[in-house]
């Protein structure tokens, strides 16, 4: 098999599996499947909703059949930030890619955006990215951000770097501590990388599960020493780390070694003992909101369902997919590209090429393959035309087919307007979707004052967006129930409104 048949193959099933994965991430059992989609069980794409932004200011985000999530935007985002010789520009992804991903972001958790956010600062490197906030009075800490945000995205790099086991694990773990500090997402990163540098080297009909498992876990702690750890930045960010606290960094990426063989052992055992995948999932914490995106955790649910499905590449992404409860999107996509790596991109169903930006998804594989054959010429030239920017959007002045520009991601067409009033009266959300030259979709939003509100007659009342919102949440019955009490009341308290406004939301 090509290699460039393996690494399209990885590139795009990862991106599949976001997709599909991101369906059911919100999902909580089968009956809520079938009322939104008339199945049981997700093995295509399909269009649903999602509130943006918060009540008072929020948006409903139409997600159309194949969107992917900020798994893959990330993803991509690497990929551009990769020189000609696999080593990465972690300035340029840090201070550029990252921090203009906030304006396009899909699906993106907190650590991430506040990691993007907090990098903005101009005393902060790309190495020494450490902050704390708190929300609800809940402390968060960079050095306790142990998800797999970091793993999400760090395929390219592997690929880039096919065979250069170390410069794999160097580059991936300085990549990670842009934005996370915990050893789970760091670790879980370099795992990722590790896993998938292995599988593709096989072909498919030599694929010994037992013998790429053992592989793995074989001297674990050894494998994943941080022999890099005297680079300057590295050095002087594990330095910063041990500041505060009482435990080092050290000890705690020891204590994470420990832990992660513990997993991987236990997948082994589980697919000898033919242990069902739910089992084996909640097992691995999977289930557990603690736990449910740990960055080693997920990556194992992804090299376990890869493992085991191996003979039936494509099953092993629906039950990634159909976990649900489960980080869905982020193990789906782990999945994905370990069996796309494996198998190549001929496995793809047709029904699954309609993914967003097939052809730009294979553009990325193309260019990670070249690097790694050492035959890639860059070619990032800074913006320099007039157009109109999506940057930092300062007035609502667009109109449809209008040519723009996105730094760093190059100029395009705006392919779609909507403009959607806020539940705050006077306040609207401006969503423009964009194709690029490069072959990549985003949607830009912005949150505008309305300066025609007054004298607006058509505006929805609460009323009627309460109503707009348990549509697309509320069973076919609840939303029956819910429109005859609505209609009995003349006037309804706004906390009472509140009250109704956060129940149905929480449907989701």
């Not at 990325?364 to 990032?380: H, K, Q, V, Y």
């Not at 307007?417 to 979707?433: S, V």
């Not at 025609?452 to 348990?470: F, Q, V």
């Not at 308290?493 to 449907?507: A, H, M, R, V, W």
């Amino acid at each position: 098999m090509k290699a460039e048949t393996k690494y399209k193959g990885s590139v795009k099933l990862s991106a599949i599996g976001d997709a599909l994965g991101w369906i059911t991430e919100f999902e909580k059992n089968t009956q809520s499947l079938n009322e939104k989609f008339g199945t049981k069980r997700i093995d295509s794409f399909h269009t649903w909703k999602k509130v943006v932004g918060g009540r008072f200011y929020g948006f409903i985000d139409t997600i159309k059949a194949g969107a992917y999530s900020d798994d893959t935007q990330l993803l991509l985002a690497v990929a551009r930030s990769i020189k000609k010789d696999g080593a990465s520009d972690h300035n340029y992804f840090a201070k550029t890619e990252l921090v203009n991903w906030l304006e396009y972001a899909r699906g993106g958790g907190r650590t991430v955006k506040v990691a993007a956010d907090k990098i903005q600062r101009k005393s902060v490197k790309w190495f020494n990215n450490f902050y704390s906030y708190k929300i609800n009075g809940e402390n968060y800490d960079y050095k306790q951000s142990g998800a797999n945000g970091a793993a999400m995205r760090v395929l390219p790099i592997a690929l880039a770097n096919l065979g250069n086991i170390e410069k794999i694990k160097e580059e991936i773990f300085c990549n990670s501590i842009i934005t996370h500090g915990h050893p789970r997402a760091i670790l879980g990163a370099m795992l990722y990388g590790y896993a998938l540098n292995q599988i593709i080297v096989y072909r498919p009909e030599d694929f010994n599960w037992e013998n790429y498992i053992t592989h793995i876990g074989l001297d674990f702690p050894k494998k994943f020493e941080l022999s890099f750890a005297n680079r300057a930045e590295i050095r002087e960010w594990i330095k910063e780390w041990n500041k505060t606290g009482n435990t080092t960094f050290e000890t705690i990426y020891s204590e994470t070694l420990t832990e992660t063989q513990d997993q991987l052992r236990f997948v082994f055992q589980s697919i000898k003992q033919t242990l069902p995948v739910q089992e084996t999932l909640k097992k691995l914490g999977c289930f557990d909101q603690a736990t449910k995106g740990s960055g080693t955790a997920t990556v194992i649910a992804g090299i376990y369902l890869a493992t085991k499905f191996h003979k039936t590449p494509l099953e092993a992404v629906i039950e990634a997919v159909n976990a649900l409860g489960s980080d869905t999107d982020s193990i789906a996509a782990f999945t994905g590209g370990l069996i796309g790596a494996l198998h190549g991109h001929n496995i793809i169903p047709d029904k699954w090429k309609s993914v967003q930006d097939f052809e730009y998804l294979d553009q990325i594989a193309e260019m990670l393959l070249a690097i790694s054959e050492d035959r890639f010429e860059e070619n990032r030239t800074p913006l320099t035309s007039n157009l109109k920017t999506l940057n930092n959007i300062v007035e609502d002045d667009f109109d449809l087919d209008e040519e723009i520009e996105f730094a760093p991601l190059g100029n395009g067409k705006i392919t779609l307007i909507d403009r959607q009033p806020t539940l705050t009266k006077g306040k609207y959300n401006l969503l423009l979707e964009t194709a690029l030259e490069n072959g990549q979709t985003i949607l830009v939003s912005k949150l505008f004052n309305d300066p025609t509100y007054s004298k607006r007659i058509d505006e929805p009342n609460e009323i009627e967006m309460l109503l707009g919102l348990a549509k697309d949440n509320l069973r076919p019955k609840t939303l029956e129930k819910l429109k005859k009490y609505l209609s009995k009341q003349k006037k309804m308290p706004t906390e009472q409104l509140e009250i109704l406004f956060t129940i149905i939301k929480n449907e989701e």
